[in-house]
């Protein structure tokens, strides 16, 4: 049994052992830089797919060869060949006997670069980004000399961003053509440190002030803003 298993080792020392599929495709007795061809292949016909990006800030096209969106032909290519590989011979034995009785079916990996494509987006990301105003009092001798309320900020929500684009996968990669997808990008809310609310739990229970002021005589623009 070890004299055939050496002897069915060496006659497939360059390529995939049989059975071994990916994606349901039968790779058995192909190299590993044939896997890698005919994945890089199939993602020429997705290059033209357009990802349109909405939000306030603006909108932005995005083709899928910019960002090297796609199957990841270099790690399925290297996890097919690599099976029954590895450093354990009885684990060796057994993927090779189920791959052959059976067949093993590795799924479809894929990629895209994040880096492209936050670095494509950051005009749009800049825009978005809206620091939070805290609350602020200031007290002196006693009296609240100034006051503004809390502001919430936002930014784009960059790995909510990317949770899309990895769904957006299986619709790429399954047409038949290119398509044009969009997705708008997500926000996410940033909360100041001092709120209005805790600014007005720091002790203030009564009226500090209070003034009134006529606005008969007034410029055009003040009766303006008062109505």
């Known amino acids: 049994i070890s004299f055939a298993f050496i002897i069915f080792q060496s006659l497939h020392r360059n390529v995939i052992y049989p059975g071994v599929s990916v994606n ?29 990006f909405t939000s306030e800030a603006g909108i932005a096209t995005v083709s899928a060869k910019e960002i090297n969106f796609g199957y990841d ?53 800049e825009k978005l980004q809206i620091d939070p105003i805290d609350s602020l009092f200031t007290f002196r001798s006693g009296r609240v000399t100034v006051f503004k309320p809390s502001k919430d900020g936002q930014t784009a929500d960059i790995e909510g961003l990317k949770s899309l684009m990895s769904t957006k996968f299986l619709a790429v990669i399954s047409s038949s053509k290119p398509q044009t997808l969009v997705i708008e990008i997500p926000i996410k809310v940033l909360k100041p440190k001092i709120t209005t609310d805790k600014a007005n739990n720091l002790g203030i229970k009564e009226l500090l002030a209070s003034g009134t002021s006529l606005f008969q005589h007034s410029i055009p623009n003040r009766i303006y803003n008062i109505s």
């Open 73 to 125: 032909e270099d790690l399925l290519s290297k996890q097919a060949f690599s099976l029954g590989r590895s450093n354990d011979v009885v684990t060796n034995i057994s993927l090779i006997f189920q791959a052959y009785i059976n067949g093993l079916n590795l799924p479809p990996a894929y990629h895209y670069s994040d880096t492209k494509l936050i670095a494509i987006l950051s005009p749009i990301i």
């Open 24 to 52: 349901g495709i039968d790779f058995g007795g192909k190299t590993e830089k044939q896997i890698k061809d005919f994945f890089a292949k199939k993602n020429e016909k997705i290059q033209d797919t357009k990802f349109v």
